[in-house]
């Protein structure tokens, strides 16, 4: 089945920055979208960033300046997040689609999903 496990969460000062690295397995996701979200307590999961299947990059408002979303291979999936600040802190999640289905920053559009990563971002 497919499996998506997330790394390089962690706690840094505001203004740091980390990568975060997803590793995909048991299928072939070079021809799906993948995306990354995040989520905070007490708040609804939302989208951070995404690559669809011709490798466009897509970002939520206001991030694509601090944040960059790649691939270094077809199973694995990036994000590198600068300038982090408070408002950053949530738990960061890889997500994986299978067919097409409607907004690639809408969380219903994927049907796979990592465990999880946590960011922290305080002082």
């Known amino acids: 089945q497919v499996q998506l496990v997330e790394s390089g969460g962690g706690s840094v000062q505001p203004g740091g920055s980390l990568r975060l690295s997803c590793t995909i397995s048991?299928?072939?996701?070079?021809?799906?979208?993948l995306g990354w979200f995040r989520q905070a307590p007490g708040k609804e999961r939302e989208g951070v960033a995404a690559i669809n299947k011709g490798g466009v990059a897509f970002y939520r408002g206001g991030l694509s300046g601090r944040f960059t979303v790649s691939q270094d291979s077809v199973n694995t999936l990036n994000l590198q997040m600068n300038r982090l600040q408070p408002e950053d802190t949530a738990m960061y999640y890889c997500?994986?689609?299978?067919?097409?289905?409607?907004?690639?920053?809408?969380?219903?559009?994927?049907?796979?999903w990592g465990q999880g990563t946590q960011v922290t971002v305080s002082s």
């Open positions: 997500a994986a689609a299978d067919r097409f289905n409607g907004d690639i920053l809408a969380p219903t559009y994927y049907n796979y």
């Open positions: 048991g299928y072939t996701v070079g021809r799906i979208g």
